[in-house]
């Protein structure tokens, strides 16, 4: 993978965002008792996103089960137009091995509208760099402190439209680094 062009690459994935992350920091008094509601299902949303060099996908911010048909409907809103328009039929997919996207409808619809897909070793989400990129976004949500599903919905899309070319290259542009510890580590998680 030394010499694969990394720059027309969109890397792709899954998160989901809890509204309530269910930590609540507070002084007490010694032998204070302190009694904190709970919540067994706290909301949450799903967001599935893309980043290459030249910047971001759209969002998609959604709350259904995620399955091939939700998938293809994804790519087609948020991607294909997109990557198209920015690198003509020469860019390239990365997404894991999900069997949402691994399945019989999601390969025969991208064998159709993908140029280029990269084959990605299973379990190796710190090779990703939009891994990288949710955690930053999971940072930054925490101290928007968004109490209503509306809000964590538009905090997240904020936060999204501040990822700029600029602040995305250097996670875009590390895939040799990451392959070549991952290759130093024989094949084990790296810290990256």
């Known amino acids: 993978m030394k010499c694969f062009d990394w720059s027309k690459t969109f890397f792709t994935d899954e998160c989901s965002v809890w509204l309530d992350s269910g930590r609540v920091n507070m002084w007490i008094k010694k032998g204070q008792t302190v009694h904190l ?13 893309g980043i290459s060099i030249m910047g971001t996908t759209h969002l998609r911010i959604f709350t259904e089960n995620f399955n091939q048909v939700v998938y293809i409907s994804t790519l087609r809103e948020c991607l294909i137009e997109e990557a198209n328009a920015k690198y003509g039929d020469s860019w390239v997919l990365q997404e894991d091995n999900s069997p949402v996207h691994t399945g019989r409808a999601a390969k025969g619809w991208k064998t159709e509208f993908v140029p280029l897909r990269i084959d990605w070793p299973p379990n190796s989400p710190d090779l990703a760099p939009i891994e990288n990129l949710w955690a930053v976004l999971k940072r930054r949500l ?16 904020d936060i999204w439209a501040t990822f700029d070319p600029d602040f995305l290259r250097p996670f875009c542009t590390s895939m040799p680094k990451r392959i070549r510890l991952c290759l130093d580590n024989a094949g084990k998680k790296i810290n990256y």
């Open 142 to 157: 925490i101290v928007l402190h968004p109490k209503t599903v509306s809000q964590l919905k538009q905090a997240i899309q």
């Open 37 to 49: 509601p709970t919540f067994r299902h706290p909301s949450k949303v799903h967001l599935w996103g």
